[in-house]
């Protein structure tokens, strides 16, 4: 190579370097964990996709059926008891740690003597793994577990019955564990919103008479908005990856009574091995969830504008 | 899940620790990738994870090394994860060479698709092992695909002390059985014990058992093969017997998993259960001398006498790099003294699938030997003489109808409608 050769060659990779106006450090870190993405996320996110125009057992090769999986999903029982039950997790688990968290805040948010402690016990079951959260509460429900000793000692021990084994309670009595665990979560993050309010606006609201009920939602909840964003997304995410409390504890059953998306799309997959279904099933998932999400954000958005 | 039922609970207490065995399953696995490295080492992947069975796995590749056949490396994985990961074993370029698993359909479904080492040469030197082990371990091809190591028996298990007490003794026919059930309920006890919380498979016992005392072992192999159609009368003949027995089930046994079940029979709150040998292994050594078992009741007279009698063994990967190394080392495993050294060194109620290998020496495991051996037919277990893929559907249609059985018209169409998509895909 001759001298002017390369030095055309750096003048232009200068030039280029600068019309971009990027080091090329910066653009190994984009690139490299962008090519790892791709190689353990978006590939078989895409996969993912292409096998759900397929049947496959995981074993031969997939036979590509066109949208059968999607067609046989409208006339599945399970499949609607499943996009049911997700939408009553989304509710009530969502809208009920919400509220229970910012219930919870509000409650806690003044610095007196102990609530400290109160506030820790509150957030102690976000350290357990929800696993051992569903073996905890699996205790509780046993046949004369803790459960049904309350009832009897209050005497409502009619109300008694196999909570977990029934399909009308099955799914209610897993949302209480999951809520026990996400309360504590929603309340550190409005604790931490609350934190962040000016005393001087509750000062200045209090000067004009306002109620306590009158600071807390035309003083309090404006300025929460910020957090709100984040809680919310924060509970749609996690209504709809919730997984790990159903299997441990009921593992859909029984008889698919307290069947997730999540759960039925695992067990479509590696229990019955119906590979190019399950994928089906991550595809409506996958979407339900984009557009839960999308939805919100580009709300927020106009919002902010 | 079935397949792990013997491997689930040794080294567990009976109560609140079986309720840890699903987080423990996947929590213990031991990374369960790759096959052995191309020296001249055969890699053995077994799932038979729980404490004792995986000493005693040790012990016979230990004996094995020792022979200076061959070196055969162990990796024991999780078996709720090789259940899973077998397919893939099994289909990657670089497969384990040797496997533990079970005999018949489920095995056979890999010899279709061309996946297993056709071992009849090890089977020249098995002249001695019944013929009904032989149908088991051919593929449909008529190959030999599998060897057999040990069995174990399902059978009604119940405390001699308390039927002594109840004034009961064991029944031999459906009407005996009935009579035994309202005995034991007059005394205020559930008289038949299950599990159904976190392992519903326990249910499926009964569908097998009724099943082929009503229509016989074949109807009940080809109903599983998908050959039949769980909407026939003679499926709904099942249901109707066993409606005849659902008021003496244990109504608590639906919360709970098999293990719990089972201290509830040895603790005398329930008086039977349907159960495989298995379910000794949590039992305390002092309980053990005081249980007994009798064979499930006999229906019709007519229909040969099957009996449940899952039978586990070994295959190796068609691609395995040493095919005769691999040979060699299930010769050793065919003999009655490795079956032997795995016998005892496990927990004891497995019988050797060798009929020159000595099992236990207990009356109880003779009598199960017993019994097996007089069985005109046997059957493995649902999962095996179907699919794990089929099991599911198993169990969502039996836990309902356990639950509503005035809806069985319509339990039966679901449960058909299920099968026909797992056998389509």
């Known amino acids: 190579m001759t001298a002017t050769a390369v030095e055309v060659k750096t003048r232009r990779r200068s030039a280029k370097r600068r019309s971009l106006g990027v080091s090329p450090l910066i653009l190994v870190f984009v690139f490299v964990p962008f090519a790892v993405e791709a190689v353990w996320v978006f590939w078989p996110a895409l996969q993912g996709f292409w096998l759900s125009l397929t049947n496959w057992d995981g074993l031969s090769a997939p036979t590509f059926v066109g949208l059968g999986n999607f067609r046989e999903m409208v006339s599945d029982p399970i499949f609607r008891t499943a996009l049911k039950n997700t939408a009553i997790w989304l509710v009530l688990f969502g809208g009920l740690s919400v509220a229970g968290g910012f219930g919870m805040a509000l409650l806690l948010q003044k610095e007196r003597r102990g609530v400290g402690i109160y506030r820790a016990a509150l957030f102690t079951p976000v350290v357990f793994s929800l696993v051992v959260t569903a073996l905890i509460w699996r205790v509780f429900y046993q046949p004369d577990g803790l459960v049904d000793s309350v009832l009897r000692g209050i005497g409502l021990g009619d109300l008694i019955r196999p909570w977990l084994a029934d399909p009308d309670t099955a799914l209610y009595a897993v949302i209480v564990p999951a809520l026990w665990r996400q309360i504590g979560y929603v309340m550190v993050l409005y604790l931490a919103g609350l934190k962040a309010v000016d005393p001087a606006l509750y000062e200045a609201a209090r000067v004009d008479g306002a109620s306590a009920w009158q600071r807390t939602r035309y003083v309090t909840i404006p300025q929460l908005k910020g957090v709100n964003s984040v809680v919310l997304s924060v509970i749609v995410i996690d209504s709809l990856r919730s997984f790990d409390i159903v299997w441990s504890m009921t593992k859909g059953g029984p008889y698919h009574s307290s069947e997730l998306l999540s759960t039925y799309m695992y067990s479509t997959a590696f229990q019955s091995t119906q590979l190019g279904y399950a994928s089906?099933?991550?595809?409506?998932?996958?979407?339900?969830?984009?557009a839960v999400i999308l939805g919100y954000l580009i709300r927020a958005f106009r919002e902010e504008t | 899940m079935a397949p792990d039922r013997r491997t689930f609970l040794k080294g567990l207490g009976v109560l609140g620790a079986a309720a840890l065995v699903p987080g423990c399953a996947t929590s213990t696995s031991s990374s369960g990738s790759g096959g052995g490295a191309a020296t001249g080492e055969l890699a053995l992947q077994s799932n038979l994870s729980a404490?004792?069975?995986?000493?005693?796995?040790?012990?016979?590749?230990?004996?094995y090394n020792k022979t200076g056949g061959g070196t055969v490396k162990l990796n024991t994985v999780a078996s709720e994860i090789f259940r899973t990961q077998l397919p893939t074993y099994l289909t990657s370029a670089n497969p384990p060479d040797l496997y533990t698993w079970y005999a018949g359909s489920v095995a056979n479904s890999y010899a279709e698709k061309d996946l297993l080492l056709d071992v009849t040469s090890v089977w020249d030197t098995m002249g001695n092992y019944p013929k009904s082990m032989q149908t088991l371990s051919t593929s449909a091809a008529g190959q030999k695909i599998f060897v057999p190591t040990s069995y174990y028996w399902w059978g009604m298990f119940y405390r001699k002390s308390n039927f002594a007490k109840w004034g009961v003794t064991p029944p031999k026919t459906w009407a005996e059985f009935l009579a035994v059930c309202q005995k034991i309920q007059a005394q205020g006890i559930p008289p038949i014990g299950i599990g159904l919380g976190d392992t519903p498979w326990v249910a499926s016992a009964w569908f097998d058992y009724l099943n082929i005392r009503i229509n016989g072992a074949p109807f009940h192999r080809d109903l599983l093969a998908g050959k039949g159609d769980f909407?026939?009368?003679?499926?709904?003949?099942?249901f109707t017997r066993w409606r005849e027995v659902l008021p003496y089930f244990d109504p608590k046994g639906k919360s709970f998993p098999f293990q719990e079940a089972t201290s509830a029979l040895l603790g005398g709150k329930t008086g039977m259960f349907l159960i495989g040998t298995f379910f000794a292994d949590s039992a305390p050594k002092d309980a053990l001398d005081d249980i007994d078992f009798f064979q499930f009741p006999i229906i019709d007279p007519n229909v040969p006498v099957a009996e449940e009698a899952p039978t586990d063994g070994y295959f190796a990967s068609k691609k395995a790099k040493d095919p005769e190394a691999v040979k060699k080392f299930l010769t050793y495993l065919a003999t009655p003294a490795a079956q032997e050294l795995y016998v005892q060194n496990s927990s004891g109620t497995a019988i050797p699938a060798n009929p020159d290998g000595k099992a236990a020496d207990t009356p109880l495991v003779a009598k199960g030997k017993a019994m097996v051996n007089s069985a005109a037919e046997l059957t493995?277990?649902?999962?095996?003489?179907?699919?794990?893929?089929?099991q599911p559907t198993a169990d969502a249609a039996l836990t309902k109808f356990l639950d509503k059985p005035d809806q069985i018209d319509q339990i039966l169409k679901d449960w058909q409608a299920a099968a026909t998509k797992v056998f389509k895909a």
Do not use: G, H, Y
């Open chain 1, 280 to 290: 089906a099933i991550a595809v409506v998932i996958f979407l339900l969830a984009l």
């Open chain 2, 51 to 63: 404490e004792q069975a995986k000493a005693a796995m040790e012990k016979l590749v230990e004996a």
């Open chain 2, 231 to 238: 909407t026939d009368p003679k499926v709904k003949a099942v």
């Open chain 2, 380 to 390: 493995q277990f649902f999962n095996r003489d179907s699919s794990d893929a089929l």
